[in-house]
């Protein structure tokens, strides 16, 4: 993972928030909170928040009287979500690195995470750190992207930018957010972990845009893939964004656009 994956900072959380989240994240959102609302817990941890979209969803569906803290490494996206959610005594909202969460033990009844688990440098110990604030008989619900190909605007992005960058294509969607999906690692790094009862599934979804520029604007300058085209040529990120959407447009024409998502969804105890 290179050292820019995990920096959401600038004008990233804003942008992320405005596009990415109603564009990919909002769907996954309302089934975690789902999954987290069936468990009834009264004391829950969330892992990396980013701008709110699972928090806003799981205090939706969760009644009075619960305990929930918000937490993200990144305290830009974290103010993000705090400026979007309604005022709730509920929510206590904390910086936290996943690979020391700052709890004590079996305070937990569930922890959820979604699509941070492919950022850890370190996942049996980000899991180990789960199960050791979650209760005797708690929960870890979280999610991570399915490979690349599964994922059709971002699939079609990468190839993009490929053609403007070809001796050094920007990777940040193959290496981090998508570099996360085999099955078999994933049940393999929570038992190193300590968790026993595991269950996975595959859970395809159609993302929609209301054009291809809204969606070269999420992914070009709402996630780190922004620093990697940076890195390479800070004047090019218009450019960039604008070949992502003239690639975009000429696979699915002008006006609104959709494309298959697709994530893995994990239930641990």
Known sequence: MSS???????????????????MIFSVYAEDIARRVAARSPT???EIAAGTGAVTRAVAAALPRGIRYVATDLNEPMLAVAAQRQADDDRIAWRQADGMALPFGNAEFDLVCCQFGAMFFPDRVKAYGEVKR???GDGTFVFNVWDRIEDNVLTHEATI????????DPPRF???TPHGYHDRDVIRTDLERAGFRDIAIET????????????????????????????????SKLQAATDLVAEALRARHG????????????IEAR
């Open 43 to 45: 004391v829950l941890l």
């Open 203 to 234: 859970r395809t979804e159609i993302s929609r845009a209301p054009s291809a520029e809204y969606v070269a604007i999420a992914l070009c300058q709402g996630t780190p893939l922004r620093n990697e085209i940076e890195a390479r040529d800070a």
């Open 4 to 22: 820019t994956d995990k920096v959401f900072a600038g004008s990233i959380p804003k942008l992320y928030d405005e596009y990415l989240v109603p």
């Open 254 to 265: 002008l006006g609104a656009i959709e494309g298959k998502i697709q994530a893995i969804v």
């Open 133 to 135: 604030v979650l209760k």
């Open 173 to 175: 969607m193959i290496r």
């Open 160 to 167: 993009a930018l490929g053609k403007m960058f070809p001796d």
